[in-house]
Structure formats: C-alpha cells, structure tokens
C-alpha cells in the first residue's frame, strides 16, 4: 500500500506511536537504527536527519561523515511488540544520502535503485520471493547462544515433536501485523531448523522484507528463551540454511516476461537467456550470494545443497531449478544464496547477471535432469558442469575477476566488500581452530 506523509501523521496519532526507529542496512546486510523520539518525527519524515556516516564499516571517511536519512514512505510500519503503556513504536527504511544531499553510492538500497533501474530501461522490472531458512537453538548458562536444539523433529514435523511451533506461531502473527502475506510455514530437515516463506514482492520491497524479515525472527525468537540464527552452517553434519531466491522478470505492461505458453517447457526465449547469464556469472557472484567463511560449509555435496552450475524443470541438485507453476508464477528459483547475504546486493548481481545473458542472447546450457551428486567426475566435465567456489578465497577471486561485477555494485561497494572479505578470509586462513587442536596437538 502506498503511503503519503500525511497517511503516516494521521497513523502515529491514532496508534498513538511515541517512538520512531529510522533503519538503514550497510553493504553487509546488516540493519542499523537510529531512534528518535516523537517530537523528531515530522523533521525525520522531511529528509533532514543526520547521522555519522564514518562510524559505520563501509561507509564513509572521517571528513565526509554527515549523512541524511531519506525516508521511504511505504516502508512504515508499527512494531507490534514495542506497545509500552499505550505509547507504540514505529519504523521506517530509509535510503542513505551524502551531506550534499546526493544518493550515497556506499548504500545497499539506493545500489538496488540504480540497479533496477538500468533494467527498466530495458523494458523489465523484476518481482523476488525469498525462502529464508533458520534455527532455534538455546542460550547457555551464561546466557550465550548455543547450538543445542530445543527439539528432535524433521521435515514437516507437527507438534509435539515441533517444539518450535509456538515461536513460529507468534513470528507469523507478528509478521501479518506488519503487513506481510504469509503462504507457508513448517519445521525444515535439521533438527531446530525453520522456514516461513511470505510472498514475492518487487525486487526492492522484497530485500526491504527480507531484512525485516530477519529482524522479527531474532526478536520473537528470544521472547521464547531461544536465539534464532541464519548462519549457513552451524552444525556439522546436517543440513545448512539457505535462502532459495524466485525471480522473475516482468514486461512494463504487468506481463511475465518468462513465460511462453507455446515452448516445451513454457518458457520464453528470455528465460532461456536469463538462465544462460545467470550460468555465466554463477562463480562470480557467490561472494555475494554467500558470502561468509561458514557459507562454503553450507555448500558441500551430501546435504542437498546446490554446488553444481546447472539448471532444470525439476532436479533439486542443481543451481537452478524451474518450479512448476506457469503464467504470471513462471519463474527461475536459484538455490544458492544463503540467508547473511545482503539482498540488496544479492538480487542486484542476479538481476544483472540475467540480464548479462539477456543483452548479450546468450545460449542456454542443456539442462541436467539427473542427480548430479551422483555422476562422476567424468561426467560432469562431459556435460559442461562446473563446481560453484569452494571458499571464501575463491568466491572472492572469482567476484574480481567477474565483468559486470563492479559496474553492479559500483566502484564504493566493490572495492570496501572485496577488501572486507579479503581481510575475513586472512584471519580465518590464520587462525587456530578447535578442529587442528584435536587433530595434531597429541598426535605430534
């Protein structure tokens, strides 16, 4: 729904909102707060507050501090837990611009922007519906997140056995109070493992939430004693979490622009490209995709994640899967990502990658239709099959070396992430960990 500036005036007194959170995300995806009391509302609705820009990682330097937060209107929303004695509070995502008043190039949502709307002078928009995968584990003695478990279910477990059936309960009832559609919910494979899918969304509202998302997740979770994490791989041995992403790209004229009723697969030719591009620049944008030292835990033969560049209607094995339903829900799910991505900057390098297939009419890789966990190393060179990156190190090489890889994110966010994650990595690379400890400590 379309908000003015007077639809939210008229709702912060009827709701009687005292409080006002302003929310910005960095380039890690990480969502940061300002908040200010009622008195500030109508100055922060109006664009004029200001924060210090050089206090946040991958923003700005010292002497370029002073920032403005500019709010999206249609991103207000009551916060339904924070009703404290009548006084209720509010929030509002915000794009981030320079002290000159100019759209910061450092910032994840005005990136997207700039983004989508390179595509929409090709005549497309792009709609995202994210599948974020998470566990419920307990907090220890000293009160610290675990990864001990609450519950022994699986797959579609229902109660008893579903002990986190009440917390998923209020995350979702939460969640409709803000205004999200909630289609499904269900215990996921692993042992305290969760997924709550709401509905797809333009590509912009859906990174918006996405990140909210998260954050109500977090929060209701420890309401119910329990710390909800979207880590990749927090356990050894079972499944990891994801963040399946569905996309697709839409006409300006409200038609879905990869469906074609007359193709085998119902497909249009601009489907095939997008596939073809996104194909391509699978290697190279996984850094972003899935961009933790932990996140190449996650993707590893033997626990149904997707390690292999291909694509087909129907095998779960490869990267990219075409889910069944047709017409306006034609669309392309790429099951690589991972839930710390910044999906900001994530459907950026996946739009731009389909569209890189899209400029350029690139051909379409044949699809592979069979296990791919289970054909050899042979045949997966016979069939064209590469691997995704097996670390951090490799993704990252893979992200420089990657053309369209800085035009997406822009020279700011590419050269601060590469840089970042560069400096992950060497302190992973150089840490001792637990496992060399037991391995070689007695044994030389």
């Known amino acids: ?12 007194k009827d709701e009687h909102v005292h409080y006002f959170r302003l929310q910005f995300v960095d380039i890690f995806g990480l969502m940061k707060n300002v908040a200010i ?6 100055k922060a609705l109006d664009g004029k507050m200001m ?25 207000f929303t009551i916060l339904p837990w924070r009703n404290r004695e009548g006084k209720a509070a509010a929030r509002i995502i915000c ?27 090709m005549g497309y928009t792009m709609n995202v519906g994210t599948e974020c995968e998470f566990f419920l584990f307990k907090y220890d003695a000293a009160g610290k997140p675990s ?29 409709e109070r803000m205004n999200f559609e909630i289609e499904a919910s269900h215990h996921e494979v692993a042992e305290g493992q969760h997924e709550i899918n709401f509905k797809y969304a333009d590509a912009l509202s859906c990174a918006d939430n996405t990140i909210t998302f998260k954050w109500v997740v977090k929060t209701i979770a420890k309401k119910y004693g329990l710390h909800a994490t979207f880590m990749p791989k927090p356990v050894f041995g079972i499944n990891g979490s994801g963040m399946h992403t569905n996309q697709s790209l839409f006409s300006l004229d409200g038609a879905n622009a990869f469906f074609d009723p007359k193709d085998d697969l119902e497909l249009s030719p601009v489907a095939y490209r997008y596939i073809a591009g ?8 996984s850094a972003v995709t899935n961009p933790l030292v932990n996140s190449y835990k996650r993707l590893v033969p033997g626990y149904e994640a997707p390690v292999y560049v291909a694509w087909s209607a129907r095998n779960r094995s490869a990267l990219m899967r075409i889910p069944a339903a047709r017409g306006l829900g034609t669309r392309i799910e790429v099951r690589c990502p991972d839930p710390t991505c910044n999906p900001y900057l994530a459907f950026a390098m996946m739009l731009n990658s389909g569209l890189d297939g899209v400029r350029n009419n690139l051909a379409v890789p044949a699809p592979v ?23 951090l190190r ?24 590469v840089g970042y994650k560069e400096k992950e990595w060497d302190e992973f690379r150089t840490a001792v960990t637990d496992w060399e400890v037991g391995r070689y400590l007695a044994m030389y």
Do not use: W
């Open 369 to 391: 239709d069979l296990n791919i966990f289970e054909m050899t190393a042979a045949e997966k060179v016979a069939a064209n099959i590469p691997h995704m990156p097996a670390s």
């Open 95 to 121: 794009d981030v611009h320079t002290y000159d008043g100019e759209p910061f190039a450092g910032c994840p949502r005005v990136n997207l922007r700039r983004v989508l709307a390179g595509a929409r002078e």
């Open 1 to 12: 729904m379309s908000m003015t500036r007077e639809d939210i005036l008229k709702t912060i």
């Open 147 to 175: 990864t001990e478990t609450h519950d022994t279910a699986g797959y579609f477990s229902v109660d008893a056995e579903d002990e986190g059936i009440e917390c998923r309960r209020e995350i979702i009832e939460t969640l």
């Open 394 to 417: 490799e993704a990252v090489d893979e992200l420089k070396d990657n053309p369209i890889a800085r035009e997406t994110l822009g020279d700011h966010i590419f050269e601060k992430y």
């Open 278 to 285: 996104i194909a391509k620049n699978a290697r190279g944008f």
């Open 37 to 42: 009391p009622l008195s500030q509302i109508e």
């Open 51 to 75: 924060f210090d820009g050089s206090s946040i990682e991958g923003f700005a330097r010292i002497q370029e501090s002073d920032m403005y937060l500019i709010p999206d209107f249609d991103t």
